[in-house]
């Protein structure tokens, strides 16, 4: 299993209550596909370097998690078709 982070940002316009399910969402996708969630990082309503769609902030969430190495495909593939995330990157950490 190698280590991973994924830092994705949300858009701000969702109640909290949505922000928490879509930071759920996503921990359980790492779960469900044999991967094991370290830790989950939220930083919260954050100011964009540049406008994104006409927003200036987001609700960065850091991941770091645990996985096989084909999963951050499958992870990435999953951000892209939620409307509600806006960025992501995931990155492998060295050991």
């Known amino acids: 299993m190698n280590q991973y982070e994924a830092l994705y940002i949300i858009v701000p316009e969702i109640d909290e209550e949505t922000t928490k399910a879509t930071i759920e969402k996503f921990k359980g996708i790492v ?11 939220e930083w919260g309503k954050r100011r964009l ?44 950490k060295e050991a």
């Open 31 to 41: 779960e469900s596909n044999a991967g094991e969630v370290v830790s989950v990082d």
């Open 49 to 92: 370097a540049y406008a994104i769609d006409y927003k200036t902030e987001g609700y960065y969430v850091l991941m770091s998690f645990n996985s096989a190495p084909e999963f951050p495909a499958e992870l990435e593939r999953n951000f892209k078709n939620d409307e509600r995330i806006m960025r992501y990157m995931v990155t492998r």
